[in-house]
């Protein structure tokens, strides 16, 4: 990668980009991304031969194996703006990785259940950061190589999946809609509106990294819990919040080595087709 010392691409004097704190080698190909750092720790947890957590501001970054594959997890705190900043700094370090977002969200659909996961087809970009990069109608979409593996995963582990479209808020309360006092929402219709369409869920990250994913030639896909259910104003107790966190982790991570696989199968083949087998 060029390294940069511009206002447009700021670097420390060590090379570490200037926001995520990480340098030249310390981002493995493939990256979980996640909002809590605690859930970054969790997730760490299941590698070997784990690195010095690098720590700035809100991003945590930690690289090890995960059952011998080269593996980041990066924090990057909540919303569209951390992960743009997130994935430009990574696109500095890392050629066309692989990421994976592992996040909670709000269930849409009268036959979304709080404690289901939803894999992530595409996203509707009711955030403006990626508007910045592309126009209003470009599609954010999830990288079909890394849904079919969270897809494979997920039946594997027996997990209650629903596969469709996520929306993407600039923000958890007016932006989704919610009713609260003080702060009445110009957006009070937008679940009704998004269940017509057959959205399965909101959450905050989703069309931004699918947008800059495609930008950078990365690959990505999305897998969330469903910790609210929204139709019904109902919110996850903590132990099934526990429960869908770990489950939410383990079929990334299984996903993970089911791309590995594919890629081995397709080899020198631009393209992994279920012929190839994984």
Same mark, same amino acid.
């Given at each position: 990668?060029?390294?940069?010392?511009?206002?447009?691409?700021?670097?420390?004097?060590?090379?570490?980009?200037?926001?995520?704190?990480?340098?030249?080698?310390?981002?493995?190909?493939?990256?979980?991304?996640?909002?809590?750092?605690?859930?970054?720790? !969790?997730?760490?947890?299941?590698?070997?031969?784990?690195?010095?957590? !690098?720590?700035?501001?809100?991003?945590?970054?930690? /690289?090890?194996?995960?059952?011998?594959?080269?593996?980041?997890?990066?924090? &990057?705190?909540?919303?569209?703006?951390? &992960?743009?900043?997130?994935?430009?700094?990574?696109?500095?370090?890392? #050629?066309?990785?692989?990421?994976?977002?592992?996040?909670?969200?709000?269930?849409?659909?009268?036959?979304?259940?709080?404690?289901?996961?939803?894999?992530?087809?595409?996203?509707?970009?009711?955030?403006?950061?990626?508007?910045?990069?592309?126009?209003?109608?470009?599609?954010?979409?999830?990288?079909? =190589?890394? /849904?079919?593996?969270?897809?494979?995963?997920? #039946? !594997?582990?027996?997990?209650?999946?629903?596969?469709?479209?996520?929306?993407?808020?600039?923000?958890?309360?007016?932006?989704?809609?919610?009713?609260?006092?003080?702060?009445?929402?110009?957006?009070?219709?937008?679940?009704?509106?998004?269940?017509?369409?057959?959205?399965?869920?909101?959450?905050?990250?989703?069309? %931004?990294?699918? /947008?800059?994913?495609?930008?950078?030639?990365?690959?990505?896909?999305?897998?969330?819990?469903?910790?609210?259910? !929204?139709?019904?104003?109902?919110?996850? =107790?903590?132990? /099934?919040?526990?429960?869908?966190?770990?489950?939410?982790?383990?079929?990334?991570?299984?996903?993970?080595?089911?791309?590995?696989?594919?890629?081995?199968?397709?080899?020198?083949?631009?393209?992994?087709?279920?012929?190839?087998? %994984?």
């Amino acid at each position: 990668m060029t390294r940069h010392t511009t206002a447009d691409l700021p670097q420390s004097g060590s090379g570490r980009q200037y926001h995520i704190g990480v340098g030249p080698g310390e981002l493995a190909p493939t990256i979980l991304l996640c909002g809590d750092p605690q859930r970054a720790h !969790r997730m760490a947890g299941y590698f070997t031969d784990c690195a010095s957590p !690098r720590t700035n501001r809100e991003y945590v970054t930690i /690289t090890g194996r995960y059952h011998g594959l080269s593996c980041s997890v990066m924090a &990057t705190g909540m919303g569209p703006d951390n &992960t743009e900043i997130a994935l430009v700094e990574i696109a500095q370090l890392v #050629t066309r990785p692989i990421l994976i977002r592992v996040g909670t969200s709000g269930g849409l659909l009268d036959t979304i259940s709080i404690g289901d996961l939803v894999i992530s087809t595409g996203a509707v970009r009711y955030e403006n950061t990626s508007t910045a990069f592309v126009p209003e109608g470009y599609p954010a979409v999830a990288h079909h =190589d890394v /849904t079919l593996a969270l897809m494979e995963s997920a #039946t !594997r582990r027996k997990a209650r999946f629903h596969l469709g479209l996520t929306a993407t808020g600039a923000g958890f309360y007016g932006a989704q809609g919610r009713d609260i006092p003080q702060f009445p929402s110009r957006y009070a219709t937008r679940l009704d509106e998004l269940a017509r369409l057959g959205v399965c869920n909101f959450e905050m990250e989703a069309s %931004c990294l699918f /947008t800059l994913a495609t930008l950078m030639q990365a690959r990505a896909g999305c897998v969330c819990g469903v910790i609210a259910q !929204r139709n019904a104003n109902a919110w996850v =107790d903590e132990a /099934t919040k526990a429960r869908l966190e770990q489950e939410t982790i383990e079929v990334a991570l299984e996903a993970v080595e089911i791309l590995a696989r594919m890629d081995a199968h397709r080899a020198a083949a631009p393209h992994w087709l279920p012929s190839m087998g %994984c």
